[in-house]
C-alpha cells in the first residue's frame, strides 16, 4: 500500500501507475499559477489491478487529510470504485451508472467521486471529428472496453438521444470478455439505440480483422492503454486502416506505437491522426474545476491560453530533456 504523508497545504492528487512522467507534474504549478490557486499536485503509483486495500488507503487518505482536496484518477477508476465506493458520501450520476470514478473532489465534510469521461472524452470528440462527418457513414473501432470506451459509447448515446449524427456501427474489442459483457449489462440498462457490436479479441490480428471491415472514413480508436501503461499496440504491423479514415490515441506519452502504425499509413490512406493531448487537457481541467469549485471554459480564450501554457511547458521539458 502506498505510504502517504499529511498534506502541508492545499494538495490535489493523481492516482496512476507513472505518474511521475506526466506532463502535468510541470504543467499544473503554471497553471495554478494562472488560475490563482495557491495548490501543490502529487503523484499516487499503483500497480495495475491493484489489491483492494491499496485504492481504499489512497481514498481514506484523501477523505481524512484536511489538505488533501481530492484527485484525478486515471487507469484506475473502475476498481477504485470497485474497492472503496462505500467511503464516498455522494456520487455523480455517471459515476453510479458507469461504475467508476475518475474525480475525487470534497464538498464540505462530504467526499464525492465523478465519472468526468463522459464530459471530456465527448469534448474531445468533438474537437477531432469535423462536423457532419458520421453522417457519411463511417463506423467507429473502440480497441479495448474500459472505462473511457465505455463513457464515449454514452457520450454517443446522449448525442444520438439529440438527434446529432453518430457513427453507424460501433464496434468494441476486449482481450477479456468479462469487459465486453460489462459494457453490454451498462447498454441495456441504458435502452441503446445505438448499434454496437462487442468482440472478444484476445489477440491482436483480431482487432486486424476489425479493421480490415471498416467502413472508409471510420474511426479507430486505442483505448487499450498499450503504449502508455504497457508497451505496444493493439495492432499488429499488418492492420491496413480505413481509407480516408480518422486514427485517435488516447495516449499522449509512452512508446506511442499504434501512433506510429498510424503516421506511417498518413499519406498512402489519406489519414488523420491524432494522440490524447486534446483528451489530457479536457480531463485536467475538468477535474481541476471539480476539485477546486472554480469555473474553467471548455473553450474560449481562457481555455486556449491553458491549452498553450501547458503545451509550451512540454515543449520546453522535452528541449531541455534532449539539451
Do not use: C
Request: charged share 20%; hydrophobic share 40%.
Amino acid at each position: 500500500m502506498p505510504r502517504l504523508e499529511p498534506a502541508g497545504g492545499p494538495t490535489m492528487y493523481f492516482v496512476g501507475v507513472t505518474t511521475g512522467s506526466s506532463s502535468i507534474m510541470k504543467v499544473f504549478p503554471k497553471w495554478a499559477a494562472e488560475l490563482g490557486l495557491d495548490a501543490a499536485i502529487r503523484g499516487v503509483d499503483l500497480p495495475l489491478d491493484d489489491a483492494a486495500d491499496g485504492y481504499r488507503s489512497v481514498v481514506s487518505f484523501i477523505k481524512d487529510d484536511p489538505h488533501s482536496l481530492g484527485a484525478l484518477v486515471t487507469t484506475h477508476k473502475l476498481n477504485l470504485y470497485k474497492a472503496a465506493r462505500d467511503l464516498f458520501d455522494g456520487v455523480g450520476e455517471d459515476t453510479a451508472l458507469l461504475e467508476e470514478v475518475s474525480s475525487i473532489s470534497k464538498r464540505g465534510a462530504e467526499l464525492w467521486g465523478h465519472a468526468m469521461d463522459p464530459v471530456t472524452s465527448g469534448l474531445s470528440l468533438e474537437a477531432i471529428v469535423p462536423d457532419g462527418h458520421w453522417a457519411g457513414g463511417g463506423e467507429l473501432l473502440l480497441l479495448g472496453a474500459g472505462g473511457s470506451s465505455l463513457a464515449l459509447t454514452l457520450y454517443l448515446h446522449r448525442r444520438r438521444a439529440r438527434g446529432l449524427d453518430v457513427p453507424s456501427r460501433i464496434v468494441v474489442t476486449n482481450r477479456r470478455p468479462h469487459r465486453l459483457e460489462e459494457m453490454r449489462a451498462v447498454h441495456a440498462r441504458l435502452g441503446t439505440s445505438l448499434n454496437v457490436e462487442y468482440v472478444h479479441a484476445p489477440r491482436p490480428e483480431l482487432n486486424d480483422e476489425q479493421v480490415a471491415a471498416l467502413a472508409p472514413g471510420s474511426m479507430v480508436v486505442n483505448a487499450t492503454g498499450l503504449g502508455k501503461d504497457r508497451p505496444g499496440s493493439p495492432l499488429t504491423g499488418a492492420a491496413v486502416l480505413p481509407e480516408g479514415g480518422l486514427v485517435w490515441d488516447f495516449n499522449y506519452r509512452g512508446d506511442l506505437l499504434f501512433l506510429d502504425q498510424a503516421r506511417a499509413q498518413v499519406a498512402a490512406r489519406g489519414l488523420r491522426v491524432e494522440d490524447g493531448w486534446t483528451y489530457f487537457i479536457h480531463g485536467w481541467t475538468r477535474v481541476i474545476a471539480e476539485v477546486f469549485h472554480i469555473d474553467i471554459p471548455t473553450s474560449g480564450p481562457a481555455f486556449d491560453r491553458l491549452a498553450r501554457i501547458a503545451r509550451s511547458t512540454t515543449a520546453r521539458s522535452a528541449t531541455q530533456k534532449g539539451a
